[in-house]
């Protein structure tokens, strides 16, 4: 479990970060977000090369999902990781359901963005 940031570097490719929320004062104190949404990854699916519609938190509630950077990477999220998700120009990343059940997540977008 852990908090990450997910962002576009000066290359144009996504790359991974784990942050601490406790370094970020505005989030500790709250930050204005506009809805919550629940969504199912069923087994199996994939979602190609993305970026990111807006900025935004995904928390993992249930299963897992694999997310690919550019650089070849891919990092593994489990229930109670939560990723500011900040990639939303140059090619973005992948998003890959991983294990025997279904992924649950969270997506809370953040307000003005």
């Keep these: 479990m852990g908090t990450w940031r997910l962002y576009t570097g000066s ?20 930050i204005p977000v506009t809805e919550i949404k629940f969504s199912e990854w069923h087994v199996g699916r994939f979602y190609d090369w993305h970026p990111a519609p807006r900025r935004q938190f995904v928390i993992i509630l249930s299963g897992q999902l694999e997310i690919g950077c550019g650089d070849g990477s891919k990092h593994l999220f489990g229930p109670g990781d ?31 963005q």
């Design 82 to 112: 939560a990723r500011l998700v900040e990639d939303t120009t140059g090619q973005g990343h992948t998003t890959r359901q991983i294990g025997p059940e279904p992924c649950v997540t969270a997506t809370i977008p953040l307000a003005n």
């Design 11 to 30: 290359d144009g490719q996504s790359h991974v970060e784990k942050i601490d929320y406790k370094d970020h004062s505005d989030w500790v104190k709250g």
